[in-house]
């Protein structure tokens, strides 16, 4: 392959398999290291046995998933009747269209990787995997960056021309929330060894669900029912109490029919966007919104109209949005939802605004590295909360599994009240004021998601000193500045730095498409 430039990618989650994928096909003239603390390549946190259990669900379904070396349906397909078995899966129940354990996503990411990894080495690329060794820091100095790892215990040093990193989602072992100390969530089985008794779950989005679920699991049984479950304690005498807490006191609703690949939008388009971008920042969140409104217009003229006129202004939508949810309340809202999407499922027919929704919000996120720091405030208060509840539609299984606990009168969904703080007794028992008064907790788990965090808080020290903690967000195509223009290549697609002007970059389809852009930029400056 001629001279080669010494490239390396940090993780081999689903990020760096999707890094290792962009660079082989596009056959980049580069020597390739990859370094994983994990002993297991390819799955990433998320999706990793033993950080999961395996009725955790993925939300994203079969042909939603971009293929490594071949889509997820037609790996399933190729699997024996045995190991589908342990899945309790038959050929009959595989489907594009279908939701599948976290873990069985995560065997075949694992599984992809180390296709990948076979097809770049008979393309004739010199690919190092280097498992068990975290990367501990990363200076740069001139044309090459000094990764430094520890293997077994031992610190070793290297150079690099170009360095990817690719490490995924970031958990603290202790989190809190004002002055009082929450449980992680990860691995599952923290949850499942908490003892019974109340207990708090901070967030209601999927990551909460399947907090519930592990407690659900834990200390009773879920019996199905054809579409109905139900769930049943452990002992007859049984202590459990679960309430989720969130901002709004609102769930996601369930998956819905859709078409799929998506079809067009009519004014909310990236034409339009990149129009709007070109007339400059003053303005540009109110414009885009305008075509927003245009859009939900065009696809459900009535549904504006229905949820008011303070709908059409951009701090009055996200009100408007939640508001059938809040007045029903709770869990009976989620009840409601899950029948209903049901329905429509067997009926194969779409939420129009929902479906506006979803398609849009991909094109939304191309304003949002061009908006002002003010105006990135005012969107992520106003219109990501309604973006991150349409694009979390929850698995019709693991709602029906909430509402099993919540008709066994075991778990409740609330509202922090205004203003409301999280405080801790001397015994550790945690407390928070909600709308329907105060709540204390045993325990109460962190289940919010993956938060934000600066490049200055990088896991790297000498790379991360390189940047004030006002640093600016970092934006496409994710390259840090780390000197002049000839220094090493640095890009930086780390989930909590990436997530700060990049908020839709969790998915597996979004690992992807930042990848491409990644290696697309990267073949440019070395001249492919």
Same mark, same amino acid.
């Given at each position: 392959m001629g001279d080669l430039h010494k490239l390396c990618i940090i993780g081999s989650g689903a990020m760096g398999s999707y890094l290792l994928k962009r660079i082989v096909s596009q056959k980049l003239p580069v020597s390739i290291d990859v370094f994983e603390s994990a002993d297991e390549l390819g799955t990433g946190m998320p999706y990793r046995e033993g950080?999961?259990?395996?009725?955790?669900?993925?939300?994203?379904?079969?042909?939603?998933?971009?293929?490594?070396?071949r889509p997820l349906i037609d790996w399933l397909e190729s699997q024996p009747r045995r190991e589908l078995g342990e899945w309790e899966l038959s050929t009959h129940d595989l489907s594009p269209r279908a939701f599948y354990p976290r873990t069985l996503i995560g065997e075949y990411l694992g599984s992809e990787f180390a296709d990948l990894c076979s097809q770049a080495r008979d393309a004739g690329f010199d690919l190092t995997i280097h498992t068990g060794c975290k990367v501990e820091d990363i200076s740069v100095s001139g044309k090459q960056a000094l990764v430094s790892y520890t293997n077994s215990g031992d610190g070793i040093q290297e150079h690099f021309g170009i360095v990817l990193i690719a490490t995924g989602h970031t958990w603290p072992c202790e989190p809190k929330i004002d002055e009082a100390r929450l449980v992680s969530p990860w691995p599952y089985t923290t949850i499942e060894a908490l003892p019974q008794g109340a207990i708090g779950?901070?967030?209601?989005?999927?990551?909460?669900?399947?907090?519930?679920?592990?407690?659900?699991?834990?200390?009773?049984?879920?019996?199905?029912?054809?579409?109905?479950?139900?769930?049943?304690?452990?002992?007859?005498?049984?202590?459990l109490r679960v309430t989720m807490v969130?901002?709004?006191?609102?769930?996601?609703?369930?998956?819905?029919?859709?078409?799929?690949?998506?079809?067009?939008?009519?004014?909310?388009?990236?034409? @339009?966007?990149?129009?709007?971008?070109?007339?400059?920042?003053?303005?540009?969140?109110?414009?885009?919104?305008?075509?927003?409104?245009? /859009?939900?217009?065009?696809?459900?003229?009535?549904?504006? /109209?229905?949820?008011?006129? /303070?709908?059409?202004?951009?701090?009055?939508f996200a009100p408007r949005y939640f508001a059938s949810r809040r007045e029903i309340g709770g869990l009976p809202a989620v009840k409601e939802n899950l029948a209903e999407m049901r329905k429509l499922m067997r009926a194969r027919e779409t939420v129009p605004h929902r479906y506006a929704l979803l398609r849009g919000h991909e094109v939304f996120g191309d304003i949002l590295p061009h908006l002002s720091q003010d105006d990135y405030k005012r969107f992520s208060e106003a219109l990501m909360p309604?973006?991150?509840?349409?694009?979390?539609?929850?698995?019709?299984?693991?709602?029906?599994?909430?509402?099993?606990?919540?008709?066994?009168?075991?778990?409740?969904?609330?509202?922090?009240?205004?203003?409301?703080?999280?405080?801790?007794?001397?015994?550790?028992?945690?407390?928070?004021?909600?709308?329907?008064?105060?709540?204390?907790?045993? @325990?109460?788990?962190?289940?919010?998601?993956?938060?934000?965090?600066?490049?200055?808080?990088?896991?790297?020290?000498s790379l991360a000193a390189g940047f004030s903690g006002d640093a600016g967000p970092i934006l496409e195509p994710f390259r840090l500045e780390t000197g002049d223009a000839g220094s090493a290549h640095v890009y930086c697609l780390a989930l909590p730095q990436i997530l700060e002007r990049h908020p839709f970059s969790q998915g597996l389809s979004n690992c992807d498409a930042l990848a491409k852009i990644v290696v697309d930029d990267l073949a440019g400056r070395l001249e492919i």
């Open positions: 950080m999961n259990a395996d009725y955790m669900l993925c939300n994203a379904f079969s042909r939603e998933i971009p293929p490594v070396t779950v901070l967030g209601s989005s999927l990551s909460a669900i399947d907090v519930v679920v592990a407690l659900g699991h834990a200390h009773g049984q879920f019996e199905e029912h054809s579409d109905r479950i139900t769930w049943h304690p452990n002992d007859t005498d049984s202590d969130s901002r709004n006191g609102v769930m996601p609703e369930g998956d819905f029919y859709y078409p799929f690949p998506y079809e067009p939008l009519q004014h909310l388009t990236k034409d @339009a966007v990149a129009k709007e971008i070109g007339k400059g920042t003053d303005g540009l969140l109110q414009r885009s919104f305008a075509l927003l409104c245009a /859009e939900l217009d065009a696809a459900d003229p009535n549904y504006l /109209e229905h949820l008011g006129q /303070e709908a059409r202004t951009l701090e009055g309604v973006f991150g509840d349409c694009y979390a539609a929850v698995p019709h299984v693991s709602l029906a599994r909430i509402v099993a606990m919540y008709d066994a009168g075991v778990l409740e969904l609330l509202a922090t009240a205004e203003g409301a703080a999280f405080t801790q007794s001397d015994d550790g028992q945690v407390s928070v004021e909600t709308e329907d008064g105060s709540r204390t907790f045993k @325990a109460l788990v962190d289940a919010r998601g993956q938060s934000t965090k600066p490049l200055s808080q990088l896991p790297f020290p």
